[in-house]
């Protein structure tokens, strides 16, 4: 592994499959869990477009049709608190409309600016840092798979170039 990437590591180009909540980096197991269950409902009653267009002030005490159709296809409803069940719509309407790339950057942001400012406090009071393991290990994932596919592009384009070499007049 490179030292830039254990220095600061850039996850950008990490998307999980649309939807899967639990493989975005710093997203907490019940989180992700209460998201993928509200996003699923969604699609499950076809509220992904309205969600999208959805001006919608609150959440959790919305009476509209269209969310209570949501609410109906959701598992974990009664785990919810207010609080919780509108912040998960929210998760689930930026997901509808900035879009799953979006969100996970917008999500990735925010972990890691969690990180620095953990860096940033132990530091002041003399504590040592280091970056934690998932960080390191999905950077590594990130870097190798940047690796391979820059090989496979350098593979085709050296193929290219020898078929091209062949077909020349001698």
């Known amino acids: 592994m490179s030292a830039a990437i254990a220095s600061k590591p850039t996850l950008r180009f990490l998307y999980p499959a649309v939807g899967d909540f639990a493989s975005i980096l710093g997203m907490d197991s019940?989180?992700?869990s209460m998201y993928k269950d509200a996003y699923d409902a969604t699609i499950a009653a076809g509220m992904l477009e309205k969600m999208r267009n959805s001006?919608?002030?609150?959440f959790?005490?919305?009476a509209g049709a269209w969310v209570n159709e949501i609410q109906k296809h959701m598992k974990m409803m009664e785990d919810h608190s207010g609080s919780s069940y509108g912040i998960t719509m929210r998760?689930?309407?930026l997901v509808a409309k900035e879009g799953w790339e979006a969100y996970v950057d917008i999500k990735v942001a925010a972990y890691?600016?969690?990180?620095?400012e953990k860096k940033a406090a132990a530091a002041i009071q003399g504590l040592p840092w280091s970056t934690p393991q998932d960080v390191l290990d999905a950077a590594a994932?990130?870097?190798?798979?940047?690796?391979a596919a820059r090989q496979r592009a350098d593979t085709e384009e050296a193929a290219l170039n020898d078929a091209r070499l062949k077909r020349r007049p001698e």
């Open 60 to 62: 959790m005490f919305s």
């Open 141 to 147: 994932a990130a870097d190798a798979a940047d690796t």
């Open 55 to 58: 001006t919608t002030e609150s």
């Open 112 to 116: 890691e600016k969690r990180l620095a």
């Open 91 to 93: 998760n689930v309407e």
């Open 30 to 32: 019940w989180e992700a």
